[in-house]
């Protein structure tokens, strides 16, 4: 490997990891719940990996069970993602829709 | 099929439509926007990679790929639909689990190419040293935000049912057991360290696994019900950091922004969280609950009835009204914003609500419940601007609140010492509904109950909120 590669990517960790740090500062308590449900589908980002790996698992033909494993990491994966901001949007609708409808 | 240029710019829409929603969704305004705009990001992730990938020369990669993601997204979206208002925390546990445990999966799945396929070339060098410490220590957080999580979510709902009988979560955690999770984390660094020199070792690879499943287990185990939401939290975060390690494995970019992006600002929220219970991080994690959890109950209350309740109603002016976990629990919100209704036109009474930042099983719970009944924004007032107006209140109305108005928290005893509550004993008369005296979530007794001043409804607070409604109206 490429050891610019690396550092690039160790770069692009430390920027992020920066980023999120200033990103939050101040939240009211009635969003503390959505806001962690929704960076919590975000996480689900390895869903990427896990198509990746369900793929190339397809491909390589002699690599079943990290095929499986891939495959299992997608539909849980998925489930994170798609129930994460699902159920985010519905704390949301209630908090914040009747707050409008109140006003 | 997509060039490499467009895949990375691909990546760079998508970790820019998640920091802008991660963003929005810390206002209130802009929340709903917020999450949309991480929705439509992880869209663009997954489109991104899916044209990317050379899908075979048969269906079967379609297939397999497209079944994963609509057998996944199905469930996903019927537990989200179908989920009540008041089992969201643990849902959000759950939802959580399973991403730490996807990219502990992914991580593995690269790993166990090399052991299971002797044709592939093991990498050398530092691509090798990059590899196993990123899928290592993808495995420690992954399995151990996993467990944390299903743990997590157990003590959020109280306890279990195996075979029709309850068993309560327990809460255990001895202060010998810090240097033991100590020595765990230090071993399962050591045993990614031996991973490098043997890769292909499957027996370090499960001690690796299986070690930080303790760990996940371990690190709940000792916190109480009334701090799980910090613990979510902090869970969350570790998620992301679980998904950054992961791309470290494949290079993949946006797994590092978008995980590390998660866990830093998860890592703020939790800080925020407990200043909000005026919990120090350090203290929910490592200090265990002194005392014994089974606090005897030697005291006795005589309850009262509605009618009492409804006479004494008929006089106040102001009445704030105290939820907590009990009104998630029956599902009330609507009755109590009927009784709000009747009071305030029948005696014109001011009603207002005063909701403690922790009330319920998760920060804004009863905010959540409130507005599904179609409660007044501002009614509901927040701790600290509700607290000097009690007082002046003629009945502080609690409907399953224990922890969150319990004055022992005023002194420095015992495991509540400390939180900010609601000074609901300050109110001339205190009206509390509740199914027994028995403790709440912090096990302590509370002696808010055996004031003079203080009414019990003993019962469900569906059941005692009709049967006051009933009376409100007969007077």
Redesign the interface.
Known sequence: MDPTILIGSITLFVMSIFLGFELITKVPATLHTPLMSGANAISGISIVGALLGANVAYEGGDTVVSGILAFVALVLAMINVVGGFAVTNRMLNMIAGKKRGGQ | MIDDQWVGIGYLLSATL??F???R?????T??R???L??M??LV??LT??LQ????DGI??WI??GS??L???L???V???R?E?TG??E??AL??G??G???A??A???S??YI??D??EI?T???LE?MVVAAGLSALVGWMTLTGSLLAMLKLKGGIEIFGKWIRTPTWGPSWLNPVKGLLFISTLVLIYMSIQEPTETDYLFAIIGISCILGILLVLPIGGADM?VV??LL?SL??I???F????????????????????????TF??CK?MNRELIDVLFKAFGGSDKEQLTRTKIGSDADEVAMMVDGAQKVIIVPGYGMAVSQCQHQVKEFADLVSEKFDTEVKYA?H?VAGR????M??LL??A?V???QLI?MDEINPEMPEADIALIIGANDTCNPVARTDEGPLAGMPIIDADMARTVVIIKRSLSVGYAGVDNDLFYMDKTMMLFGDGKKMMNELNAAVKEL
Do not use: C
């Open positions: 998640f920091i929603g991660l963003k969704l810390s206002h209130p305004r929340a709903p917020g999450n949309q991480g929705a990001g992880m992730a997954v990679t899916v990938m050379e899908l075979g079967e990669g397999l790929i994963g993601l057998l996944g997204g469930i996903g979206w537990m989200a639909v989920v208002m969201m925390p849902m959000v939802f959580n399973f991403g445990a996807a990219s999966l992914v593995l799945s690269e166990w190419k299971e396929d044709t592939l990498p060098g530092l691509e990059v939401p979510v939290s969350n998620s992301g679980a998904a950054a992961t791309g470290f494995i494949i290079s993949n970019s946006v797994l590092i922004v978008a995980g590390s992006l998660v866990g830093a600002s998860g890592l703020i929220l925020i969280m909000a909701i930042p998760m920060p804004g719970h905010n959540v507005a599904e179609n007044p924004y501002d927040e």
